[in-house]
């Protein structure tokens, strides 16, 4: 891989939270064939997050390449931060490639997230689960929750929740002082990125659950750099990631479903503000329709409230 100095947007949100932001500029290239670091993360535009307090920061993800991580670490430690910790939002690549970065710290995971990133260390670290680039060494979480963990940072308090949406592994941070959420990849700006699709109408009935929460603002790892650094989403976000999922079930049996575009399926929430389309989620929307069509195609569908 080219050595390269990465571009990352820097924010101080408050006194205690900072958002570190890399891609959808296209300004730096890491490979020049295909692969999911540039073609994916960088190209969609990936987030990760720090909470700090004296001498202490906990991030929220690694970033998607060690040197993404290397400079938030570093940016950090100009500010004085000594100990880190590092929480994961859930298994796939882009959220914990720059785990290595953190490996004298305690890095802190769902159960399930140990157990996907064990299962796939062999694949992961040859560069056989997304392709290219590899993860080598990959550095496994070492302290691991099932459904709820409190941390704190000085006196900066942190929920860890447990939720299946995205993946059934998933990790989200509460931060009750400023009601913050950082919502790692249950939603995204403008669409969500389907790959457990069997488990798209438990994602409902979560990201439903999520709605009743008390949220002043919410913090994706990819959603629009403006927005993320004017302070965050609304909770219409969620009605945006409902209303799409809810689309994308219910629809999966009609004659024409592949050929739905990503207009279709975007215009109420874009129309009302709640998210803005963004040209590179095409390719994903039109994956999630093969994937959705193809595991659900024969199957009862879910019945889903509108």
Same mark, same amino acid.
């Given at each position: +891989? ?6 990352? #947007? ?17 300004? !730096? ?24 307090? %004296?001498? !202490? ?15 938030? #670490?570093?940016? =950090?430690?100009?500010?004085?931060? /000594? ?9 796939? =690549?882009?959220?914990?490639? %720059? ?5 004298? %710290? ?7 997230? #140990?157990?996907?990133?064990? /299962? ?7 560069? $056989? ?45 509460? =931060? ?17 990125? +389907?790959?457990?699709? !069997? ?10 659950? +999520?709605?009743?929460?008390?949220? @002043? ?30 689309? +994308?079930?219910? /629809? ?18 874009? @129309?009302? %503000? ?24 024969? $199957?009862? =569908?879910? !019945?889903?409230?509108?």
């Amino acid at each position: +891989m080219t050595k390269t100095t990465p571009h990352i #947007r820097v924010h101080h949100h408050n006194d205690y939270l900072i958002s570190f932001y890399a891609g959808r500029d296209q300004s !730096e290239r890491h490979l020049k064939e295909r692969n999911w670091l540039d073609d994916s993360a960088l190209k969609l535009g990936t987030a990760m997050y720090a909470i700090h307090s %004296g001498a !202490e920061a906990v991030v929220y993800d690694t970033f998607a390449s060690v040197a993404h991580a290397e400079f938030v #670490r570093s940016y =950090l430690e100009q500010l004085g931060i /000594r100990k880190f910790t590092a929480v994961l939002s859930h298994w796939h =690549l882009d959220h914990i490639a %720059g785990n290595a970065a953190f490996d004298d %710290g305690d890095i802190i995971a769902t159960s399930l997230t #140990r157990a996907a990133l064990l /299962r796939h260390k062999a694949d992961i670290e040859a560069g $056989k689960v997304w392709g290219t680039p590899p993860i080598a060494p990959l550095i496994l979480p070492n302290i691991v929750f099932d459904n709820h963990l409190e941390l704190r940072v000085g006196e900066i308090e942190l929920e860890l929740r447990r939720m299946n949406i995205h993946s059934i592994d998933g990790c989200v941070v509460y =931060l009750p002082r400023d009601k913050f959420l950082l919502a790692g990849d249950t939603l995204e700006d403008p669409l969500t990125y +389907m790959i457990e699709v !069997e488990n798209l109408a438990e994602h409902l009935r979560q990201l439903k659950e +999520m709605k009743g929460w008390d949220i @002043a603002k919410i913090l994706p790892d990819h959603g629009d750099p403006d927005i993320i650094r004017a302070g965050g989403y609304d909770k219409t976000l969620i009605d945006a990631t409902v209303d799409y999922i809810t689309q +994308m079930l219910s /629809r999966a049996h009609d004659a024409n479903y592949l050929d739905g575009s990503m207009e279709d399926y975007l215009a109420h929430s874009a @129309a009302k %503000g709640w998210i803005r389309p963004f040209e590179p989620y095409r390719e994903v929307h039109e994956q999630n329709l093969k994937l959705v069509h193809d595991y659900w195609k024969d $199957k009862t =569908l879910p !019945e889903v409230a509108p």
